[in-house]
T-cell receptor, first 111, second 115 residues
Framework: KQEVTQIPAALSVPEGENLVLNCSFT??????LQWFRQDPGKGLTSLLL?????REQTSGRLNASLDKSSGRSTLYIAASQPGDSATYLC??????????FGKGTMLLVSP | DGGITQSPKYLFRKEGQNVTLSCEQN?????MYWYRQDPGQGLRLIYY???????QKGDIAEGYSVSREKKESFPLTVTSAQKNPTAFYLC??????????????FGPGTRLLVL
């Protein structure tokens, strides 16, 4: 059964820092991996989706990488801002139309 | 605007009571999903449906029931058999049989509290 782990569980940084969030998964037979953002009490917003054949995806200050063989992905946030404060969730799609989620990393960026 | 709506935003359940959470989408998506989220936890799949009049159990289906009579709607009933229903419930939808790169789109969620 696929399991997804995210490290760290929480992270607090000052504004302007570059930071990395980590995600690992146990079964490398995935179709794609997604990073979502969740604000408190809200639904999920998709940030980046990486296909299994891709190595990375970029959107603005966000860059996600995927190493399928080692079962790892990282989300890099450049020049962090207080508005980046949220919980970031990693999820893998292994088929059967369902996603498997990690528990998330709670990020706080202080001014 | 296209999207997914969930209602109500907050729902209170009394002991022994069944309650129903609404999920509606106008994205013309075939597949719909229900997830449960507990504090500090990721999302866990309750039920999903890939087509009208068909649905499958997810990882934590006990104490829940669903129906899929219309493509746009996928209501979730939390029955009295669910002993710990307090959680944040999220509905999502996706194009079935679409490209692998199609993401799931999520609603704003319903928070269920037990009185």
């Amino acid at each position: 059964k696929q399991e997804v782990t995210q490290i760290p569980a929480a992270l607090s940084v000052p504004e302007g820092e570059n930071l990395v969030l980590n995600c690992s998964f146990t079964d490398s037979a995935i179709y794609n991996l997604q990073w979502f953002r969740q604000d408190p009490g809200k639904g999920l917003t998709s940030l980046l989706l990486i296909q299994s054949s891709q190595r990375e995806q970029t959107s603005g200050r966000l860059n996600a990488s995927l190493d399928k063989s080692s079962g790892r992905s990282t989300l890099y946030i450049a020049a962090s801002q207080p508005g980046d404060s949220a919980t970031y969730l990693c999820a893998v799609f292994s088929g059967y139309s369902t996603l498997t989620f990690g528990k998330g990393t709670m990020l706080l960026v202080s001014p | 605007d296209g999207g997914i709506t969930q209602s109500p935003k907050y729902l209170f359940r009394k002991e022994g009571q069944n309650v129903t959470l609404s999920c509606e989408q106008n994205l013309n998506h075939d597949a719909m999903y229900w997830y449960r989220q507990d504090p500090g936890q990721g999302l866990r799949l309750i039920y999903y449906s890939q087509i009208v009049n068909d649905f499958q159990k997810g990882d934590i289906a006990e104490g829940y029931s669903v129906s899929r009579e219309k493509k746009e709607s996928f209501p979730l009933t939390v029955t009295s058999a669910q002993k710990n229903p307090t959680a944040f419930y999220l509905c999502a939808s996706r194009t079935r049989g679409g490209r692998i790169e199609e993401t799931q789109y999520f609603g704003p969620g319903t928070r269920l509290l037990v009185l």
